[in-house]
């Protein structure tokens, strides 16, 4: 099983700054199959970025993915209010099992 | 647009065996629009994946729950199902219904396999609890 550590666990930041959310797998991540969601507080998780840097149909440009092998980041810049929730990422490149991380917290 | 909805009981004891529909409307359960998946949330924790279905039938499990889980697919309702026997509090989680992309090959050495993508769109979940 891929083990996906998130780091921090939780991001104090404030509007208008840029928030960097790593993801680290515990075995290289073949094809950059990876993926970032963003789940706000009652809602389902929404993608965001697939295959590491693809970013998902109707997903504003302020949100980047990068990384390959092992180390994997989201970047979002210019924070806005709407931005703040846990964002959790996710590796497809084993389906046995797929897995997630644990989650970053982006809070104000 | 495709919408995904869960529905099913929101509370079970002990022992009994959690049954959940999702049902999908604006796309069909057929050939080449993709796997559907259900995914949980434990109240306050991460996400975990039990497994993905394509409309033939060919099935993907979490080997941490195969041997309690059973998903299955009646494209003639367009509907596919969630079955977990024995729950206990363990399993109270938020279930999610999915859909995402994927493919089944034939490896030389290592035989059949099926490839998942991410999950592109989400049902809103349904909460199920597990308490006596």
């Given at each position: 099983?891929?083990?996906?550590?998130?780091?921090?666990?939780?991001?104090?930041?404030?509007?208008?700054?840029?928030?960097?959310?790593s993801c680290r797998a515990s075995q290289s991540i073949s094809a950059n199959y990876f993926a970032w969601y963003q789940q706000k507080r009652g809602q389902a998780p929404r993608l965001l970025i697939y295959d590491a840097s693809r970013r998902a149909p109707g997903i504003p440009d302020r949100f980047s993915g990068s990384g390959s092998g092992t180390d994997f980041t989201l970047t979002i810049s210019r924070l806005e209010p709407e931005?703040?929730?846990?964002?959790?990422?996710?590796?497809?490149?084993?389906?046995?099992?797929?897995?997630?991380?644990?989650?970053?917290?982006?809070?104000? | 647009q495709l919408q995904l909805q869960e529905s099913g009981p929101g509370l079970l004891k002990p022992s009994e065996t959690l049954s959940l529909t999702c049902t999908v409307s604006g796309s069909f359960v057929s050939r080449n629009t993709g796997y559907w998946g259900w995914i949980r949330q434990p109240p306050g924790k991460g996400l975990e994946w039990i497994g993905s279905i394509y409309y033939n039938g060919v099935v993907s499990y979490n080997p941490s729950l195969k041997s309690r889980v059973t998903i299955s697919v009646d494209t003639s309702k367009n509907q596919f199902s969630l079955k977990l026997s024995a729950v206990s509090a363990a399993d109270t989680a938020m279930y999610y219904c999915a859909r995402q992309e994927g493919w089944a090959y034939n490896d030389v050495l290592t035989g059949y396999h099926v490839h998942l993508e991410a999950f592109d769109v989400w049902g809103q979940g349904t909460m199920v609890t597990v308490s006596s």
């Open positions: 099983e891929i083990v996906l550590t998130q780091s921090p666990g939780t991001l104090s930041l404030s509007p208008g700054e840029t928030a960097t959310l931005d703040f929730a846990v964002y959790y990422c996710q590796q497809y490149a084993s389906s046995s099992p797929l897995t997630f991380g644990g989650g970053t917290k982006v809070e104000i | -």
